[in-house]
């Protein structure tokens, strides 16, 4: 089956620099890896996710890139804000059964303003 | 407002107590799922759901039933016979086809006395 490592488990960075989170996957057969963003007490909030037809994919401050070869995709957030402070979890997934999805451990960013 | 709700937030359990807790989407999603949450550790599935009346076993099933008579409605019982259930609970749905999301609700947090 998958197997989803995250890296790194915490991350400290000052407001205004970039963030990077990277996960990598086992199994060749995913093609779907969605991010989540989750805040203390709540349940996770999509943020971005990218298919494995497309290579990198960008929402305003959020970018996701995505290495089919390697098995690896990441999380790029630029211009951090203290508002970004979070729980970052990645997913991967075969399109083919979407009730497979394999989350990564976790990623705890802190802004400091 | 469209969305999942879960309630209770707060649950808290007695030795040798069954407990249930709701989860209710109102998107029209056809497949629910129940995660759990432990710290430091990603999401795992308990539980899912792809129509009414019919639902699978996750990875970690054991100590935990759940019902699916109506589409909208999922609930997941903790049983007596899940020796360690203190954790965070999270629902989830999805609209059925390939390449969909799944959206999580709020959670439920249980706790044992």
């Known amino acids: 089956g998958e197997n989803v490592e995250q890296h790194p488990s915490t991350l400290s960075v000052q407001e205004g620099d970039s963030a990077v989170i990277k996960c990598t996957y086992s199994?060749?057969?995913?093609?779907?890896f969605p991010w989540y963003k989750q805040e203390l007490g709540k349940g996770p909030q999509l943020i971005i996710d990218i298919r494995s037809n497309v290579g990198e994919k960008k929402d305003q401050r959020i970018a996701v890139t995505l290495n089919k070869t390697a098995k690896h995709f990441s999380l790029h957030i630029t211009e951090t804000q203290p508002e970004d402070s979070a729980v970052y979890f990645c997913a991967a997934t075969p399109i083919s059964n979407n009730n497979d999805m394999r989350f990564g451990a976790g990623t705890r960013l802190t802004v400091k303003p | 407002d469209g969305g999942i709700t879960q309630s209770p937030k707060y649950l808290f359990r007695k030795e040798g107590q069954n407990v249930t807790l709701s989860c209710e989407q109102n998107?029209?999603?056809?497949?629910m799922y129940w995660y759990r949450q432990d710290p430091g550790q990603g999401l795992r599935l308990i539980y899912y759901?792809?129509?009414?009346?019919?639902?699978q076993k996750g990875d970690i099933a054991e100590g935990y039933s759940v019902s699916r008579e109506k589409k909208e409605s999922f609930p997941l019982t903790v049983t007596s016979a899940q020796k360690n259930p203190t954790a965070f609970y999270l629902c989830?749905?999805?609209?059925?086809?390939?390449?969909?999301?799944?959206?999580f609700g709020p959670g439920t947090r249980l706790l044992v006395l």
């Open positions: 199994d060749s057969a995913s093609n779907y």
């Open positions: 998107l029209n999603h056809d497949a």
């Open positions: 759901s792809q129509i009414v009346n019919d639902f």
């Open positions: 989830a749905s999805r609209r059925q086809g390939l390449g969909e999301t799944q959206y």
